[in-house]
């Protein structure tokens, strides 16, 4: 996932502040689909993103603009007309009663005009907080119940929400114990995703570790790519265990260019359709056209033709929505979700 700048303006920040306190009351009557919610269940017409048997889902890191609990999480996907998702780490962890919460946004000044844009680079006082984190949250996944984990799908699941793939990633680096990679394959499994998804690890002795883990498990893992996706990226990992499998952003595939093209990416899905446990859909421009996450229908990333692919060859395969193109300032990211849904939906059923 990039770290695109996507801000909201005030107004619905504050919007969405005042529904998040009604949803805590249990009030929030969502006039779209009918629905009532309620810690007792679910009330009306559930969302159904599987469409003509692809499951359109969304990764909740698209709501990362928006105040993100999990209770806000449902909500938000309710709104979206979204049936399934990838859930991150944090917010599942802090329903859980994780003594850390959910992590802080990285608000880091940028460079001035006369300087040359650098990667971003923690300030000390960010880099000690994260290490005092890391360690009260390995010491609380190494003896955490799974309870809260169950109860969280089953609040999930009552509202016609499943959750395909977790995305605890600060339990699976390369520094964690094998008590934390543990936790993660177990919360996994109490959420009710068949896979874990984390950034393709440069030290392949790591994918190994992990696929050792999956396999223990009977959970996939995920690996996810950013611009160095190729074609072969994935095939060490995928050679150590039957059990790693690929997360495939198409947007960064396309972004990254060079010989990845849109036939090399419909081919890619082709021939490794067994080994990808869920998908990325953003719409990037190319390489050669700037790189550019845009609204979809307005990049180069082929949305058409990856969706039909699936619809036509039944491939089961979860598509997670990503928002990650500017939000405009008269929108929020419930709303580019759902706008971004509806562009897919229209594909499918046509």
């Known amino acids: 996932m990039s770290n695109s700048n996507n801000q909201n303006k005030s107004n619905s920040r504050r919007q969405f502040l005042y529904q998040s306190t009604l949803t805590s009351m249990g009030l929030l009557l969502l006039c779209k689909t009918g629905l009532a919610s309620s810690r007792f269940g679910y009330i009306g017409e559930k969302p159904n ?51 850390v919460g959910v992590l802080p946004p990285m608000n880091f000044p940028p460079p001035s005009s006369n ?60 520094k964690s114990s ?17 896979s874990v998804n984390i950034e393709l690890p440069t030290d392949i002795e790591h994918s190994k570790r992990l696929g050792e883990f999956g396999k223990k498990h009977k959970v996939y893992v995920g690996y996810h790519a950013h611009l160095q996706a190729t074609d072969t990226a994935w095939d060490i990992a995928l050679s150590q265990s039957p059990y790693n499998a690929m997360n495939l952003d198409c947007g ?17 899905i082709e021939a490794k359709h067994d080994r990808i446990s869920s998908m990325h859909l953003k719409d990037r421009h190319n390489k050669v056209n700037g790189e550019k996450n845009m609204p979809w229908g307005e990049g180069d990333t082929p949305i058409k033709e990856i969706l039909t692919l699936l619809k036509n060859k039944k491939y089961k395969i979860p598509v997670s929505i990503e928002l990650e193109y500017d939000i405009p300032a008269n929108s929020d990211a419930v709303k580019e979700t759902r706008k971004c849904f509806e562009y897919a939906k229209h594909i499918l059923e046509n």
């Not at 007309?81 to 859980?96: K, N, R, V, Y």
């Not at 960064?252 to 890619?268: R, S």
């Open 252 to 268: 960064h595939y396309i972004a990254g260019g060079g010989a990845n093209t849109k036939e090399t990416l419909l081919a890619l």
């Open 178 to 194: 094998d008590a934390e990679i543990d936790y993660a394959m177990r919360a996994a499994k109490a959420l009710g995703a068949s």
């Open 49 to 99: 993103s599987k469409i003509n048997g692809v499951q359109l889902g969304t990764i909740t890191y698209s709501f990362r603009s928006m105040p993100s609990s999990v209770e806000q999480l449902l909500q938000y996907c309710i709104s979206a007309g979204i049936s399934g998702i990838e859930l991150m780490g944090d917010p599942a962890e802090a329903f859980a009663g994780s003594p």
């Open 115 to 174: 300087q040359k844009a650098q990667p971003m680079v923690p300030p000390p006082e960010f880099i000690k907080m994260m290490e005092e984190r890391s360690a009260k949250a390995r010491s609380w996944r190494e003896n955490v119940s799974m309870d809260k984990f169950v109860e969280l799908r089953k609040m999930f699941n009552d509202a016609g929400i499943t959750i395909y793939a977790f995305k605890p990633e600060a339990a699976m680096g390369m």
